[in-house]
């Protein structure tokens, strides 16, 4: 079999193998990893069945790093008096969130479905912040654990099934850190339109493999858990094959305490099982980012007062980078005639 080269699973155009023996998440899997140039996009195969690995995620989440962090989120935002706020501030990928609903100014009308709701505490806290919200999961457990912590906001659905009962229902379907585990994004982000009224959006959140220097390899969690590691050219590529328009969210003005994960000086880890399900984590070198930070940019981040003056009197984020390690991307449902 020849494995140098495949179809790109996303666009269809020639993707090259550039790993052969990538350790997959859980000891001894192993996966092939292509990478497209003309999308951009990086993807693992083969593709297999991958349930027993995220019933091992979810049974040890509290110990497994990277997974963790969601307990403490779990169990933050009923502590704080803002949810929203909170998770916007701990992590990139609520801020894309946040900060794309905050462009629309009649939040309280908006109908909104948060896909992939998992533990449900970002549901809950745009439910706290005033929205109209629903969150929805394939997995009953996590449904069920979520209505018990936070109350009656959630449903357990298959989504193709679910859109076909709630067409034009909702303003905005919302997405972090979902996309890189599906294994047909496009024709899943095509379903998730059919439930948008007209201009209504798809907000989402996932890893940025932009940022990265082109020959870096799967900076993300190992297949078949991510199956995906897109660039912003992925999404435009998707964005014109489902006919909606696409935006990118613009990171210029986030400040976060916490550090970018695997570019820069920060070490990258990767978690995996090994063959008896115990946690094994690997550290990586880190990796040079394309806009690296500028010395501006890690003052404005150690003294909010420099960024807030940069922000009032300069009107062009070079010095603040537009990028994160994750991106935000909006789709909008474009209004056919
Ligand atoms: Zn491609």
Same mark, same amino acid.
């Given at each position: 079999?020849?494995?140098? *080269?495949?179809?790109?699973? +996303?666009?269809?155009?020639?993707?090259?193998?550039?790993?052969?023996?990538?350790?997959?998440?859980?000891?001894?899997?192993?996966?092939?990893?292509?990478?497209?140039?003309?999308?951009?996009?990086?993807?693992?195969?083969?593709?297999?069945?991958?349930?027993?690995?995220?019933?091992?995620?979810?049974? /040890?989440?509290?110990?497994?790093?990277?997974?963790?962090r969601?307990?403490?989120?779990?169990? *933050?935002?009923?502590?704080?008096?803002? %949810?929203?706020q909170?998770?916007?501030?701990?992590?990139?990928?609520?801020?894309?969130?946040?900060?794309?609903?905050?462009?629309?100014?009649?939040?309280?009308?908006?109908? @909104?479905?948060?896909?992939?709701?998992?533990?449900?505490?970002?549901?809950?806290?745009?439910?706290?912040a005033?929205?109209?919200v629903?969150?929805?999961?394939?997995?009953?457990?996590?449904?069920?654990?979520?209505?018990?912590?936070?109350?009656?906001?959630?449903?357990?659905?298959? @989504?193709?099934?679910?859109?076909?009962?709630?067409?034009?229902?909702?303003?905005?379907?919302?997405?972090?850190?979902?996309?890189?585990?599906?294994?047909? %994004?496009?024709?899943? +982000?095509?379903? +998730?339109?059919?439930?948008?009224?007209?201009?209504?959006?798809? @907000?989402?959140?996932?890893?940025? &493999?932009?940022?990265?220097? /082109?020959?870096?390899?799967?900076?993300?969690?190992?297949?078949?858990?991510?199956?995906?590691?897109? $660039?912003?050219?992925?999404f435009?590529?998707?964005?014109?094959? @489902?006919?909606?328009?696409? /935006?990118?969210?613009?990171?210029s003005?986030y400040i976060?305490? $916490?550090?970018?994960?695997?570019?820069?000086?920060?070490?990258?880890?990767?978690?995996r099982?090994?063959?008896?399900?115990?946690?094994?984590?690997?550290?990586?070198? %880190?990796?040079?980012?394309?806009? $690296?930070?500028?010395?501006l940019?890690? +003052?404005?981040? *150690?003294?909010?007062?420099?960024?807030?003056?940069y922000? *009032?009197?300069?009107?062009?984020?070079?010095?603040?980078? &537009?990028?994160?390690?994750?991106?935000?991307?909006?789709?909008?449902k474009?209004?056919?005639?």
């Amino acid at each position: 079999m020849n494995t140098d *080269k495949k179809e790109c699973l +996303l666009c269809g155009r020639d993707a090259q193998c550039v790993e052969q023996n990538y350790p997959g998440y859980q000891e001894p899997d192993i996966f092939f990893i292509y990478n497209c140039v003309y999308c951009n996009t990086q993807f693992s195969y083969p593709r297999v069945e991958a349930r027993h690995i995220y019933e091992m995620i979810y049974e /040890k989440a509290e110990t497994v790093p990277g997974y963790n962090r969601y307990y403490e989120y779990k169990n *933050k935002v009923k502590t704080v008096e803002n %949810p929203l706020q909170y998770l916007a501030s701990a992590e990139e990928a609520y801020w894309v969130i946040d900060n794309a609903l905050k462009q629309d100014i009649e939040k309280n009308d908006l109908k @909104i479905l948060e896909c992939g709701c998992g533990m449900g505490y970002l549901t809950y806290s745009l439910h706290k912040a005033g929205f109209n919200v629903i969150g929805l999961d394939i997995s009953q457990n996590a449904v069920n654990e979520a209505t018990e912590n936070f109350g009656e906001l959630y449903v357990c659905a298959n @989504i193709f099934e679910y859109a076909m009962e709630h067409k034009e229902e909702y303003d905005r379907i919302i997405l972090t850190q979902v996309i890189e585990h599906i294994e047909e %994004p496009i024709k899943w +982000l095509e379903t +998730l339109l059919i439930m948008l009224k007209k201009g209504g959006k798809i @907000i989402l959140s996932t890893e940025n &493999k932009t940022i990265y220097p /082109k020959n870096a390899i799967w900076q993300s969690d190992l297949p078949p858990i991510h199956i995906w590691w897109f $660039s912003e050219k992925s999404f435009k590529y998707i964005a014109n094959k @489902i006919n909606a328009s696409i /935006k990118f969210t613009d990171f210029s003005k986030y400040i976060s305490d $916490s550090k970018s994960i695997g570019i820069g000086k920060v070490p990258y880890n990767q978690h995996r099982f090994d063959k008896n399900g115990n946690v094994v984590v690997t550290t990586h070198a %880190p990796v040079k980012q394309n806009n $690296s930070k500028s010395l501006l940019r890690r +003052l404005q981040e *150690k003294i909010p007062f420099i960024s807030y003056i940069y922000r *009032k009197f300069w009107k062009h984020y070079i010095f603040f980078g &537009k990028r994160r390690w994750v991106m935000g991307v909006i789709l909008e449902k474009r209004n056919l005639i």
